[in-house]
């Protein structure tokens, strides 16, 4: 009996020697880990794993290589000064998700919104951040205020379709709550495997700007560690929601855009309570002179296939004088926006085509100066 588990021992050691070999052979090899998206710095790399800890992740992804860390400071991860603030400016600050960063890395959106600022000597950073919903968003607005200063006088916050999914599905269960269960700060993900899961890239960068030697062993010992707490994370989840389903927690778009063809009662109720936690938050801010809620249908709202639609839900919020919906499902309707060729194309998040995306903030900043708030 002794002598077969010492066999089986041995026979495990041996087994993970040569599994490790062939791994470390593999690393040393190919050098995947050298990736596009590592950090060049170890500033870059402390300020994003700092705040992606409190803010679940940050931007960087979807940059193009030499905007990443060549040109920007490092709090362009965070948001972006288009025109700084003064105090004899109206001042802006652009809230939301991919549908507001594009607004900074895409060069005609970009130019257009550089163009409106210059038009009218407004201040205005831009902090949108792909996947932001108004959890992270009010999570993000505290740190833009205390870490920063950032005070506007005007927000606009733009709501996309897949905030309710990325509600339900990315955040609710990485939210650490304060005492009186409002959203204190989202736990990033821990190699877990899901969408905007960037701990491979800060172990990778943390290897290759901190370790001097050995580098593919550390590297390998990174990948077992990696490849347990992703099986791990998938055993658990596939005890809690079955084999079929073991993968939703990935968060991937098939997940978030579920919930606009269906949307169940409690579903309902906690997107309102994050989101009316979110412009409660607002409210508050005596500095705020007004907050405009922006939403836009996707193409499978325009053509019948989406049955939910976070414009109606904006509505059945019971929101002070304080808040402005600017609803483009009204504008569209009412033919005071256009409709056809405007969405980028093969894109299943229907986001607008850059010639679009320019009318679509030149219509907010008209809608804003109709206001006689420009």
């Known amino acids: 009996m002794k002598k077969n588990l010492a066999l089986i021992f041995f026979s495990l050691i041996i087994s993970f020697l040569i599994l490790y070999s062939l791994v470390l052979t593999w690393v040393s090899t190919f050098e995947k880990y050298r990736d596009k998206n590592n950090f060049t710095s170890i500033e870059n790399l402390n300020f994003h794993e700092k705040y992606s800890n409190q803010l679940h992740h940050l931007r960087g992804n979807n940059w193009l290589n030499e905007k990443r860390e060549a040109t920007w400071k490092k709090e362009d991860y965070l948001f972006t000064v288009f025109e700084q603030y003064k105090d004899e400016k109206q001042n802006f600050l652009i809230q939301g998700d991919s549908w507001a960063e594009y607004m900074v890395f895409k060069n005609e959106i970009n130019k257009g919104l550089s163009n409106i600022v210059k038009k009218k000597g407004i201040g205005l950073i831009n902090s949108g951040i792909s996947s932001y919903s108004p959890s992270p968003m009010k999570v993000q607005y505290k740190i833009l205020e205390d870490d920063y200063g950032i005070k506007p006088d005007y927000l606009i916050s733009i709501i996309d379709q897949t905030d309710i999914g990325d509600e339900l599905c990315r955040y609710k269960h990485n939210i650490i709550n304060n005492e009186d269960n409002t959203v204190k700060h ?189």
């Open 186 to 374: 989202i736990k990033r993900e821990f190699n877990t495997g899901a969408v905007m899961d960037a701990s491979k890239h800060y172990s990778f960068s943390r290897i290759l700007l901190e370790k001097e030697n050995f580098i593919n062993f550390h590297v390998t010992n990174y990948y077992f560690f990696k490849t347990f707490n992703e099986l791990k994370n998938r055993i658990y989840n596939i005890k809690k929601n079955g084999f079929k389903n073991s993968g939703n927690y990935k968060c991937e778009f098939q997940q978030i855009q579920k919930y606009l063809f269906k949307l169940d009662e409690e579903e309902k109720k906690y997107f309102k309570k994050r989101t009316m936690e979110y412009l409660n938050f607002l409210e508050q801010k005596k500095y705020l002179k007004k907050i405009f809620i922006v939403t836009f249908p996707h193409e499978n709202h325009l053509k019948n296939v989406y049955k939910i639609n976070v414009s109606n839900l904006i509505n059945e919020l019971n929101l002070t004088s304080k808040f402005q919906h600017i609803d483009f499902n009204e504008l569209i309707r009412d033919k005071n926006f256009e409709s056809e060729n405007i969405y980028e194309k093969n894109d299943p998040a229907s986001h607008l085509n850059e010639k679009a995306s320019v009318l679509y903030l030149e219509k907010i900043f008209e809608i804003i100066r109709e206001k006689n708030l420009l």
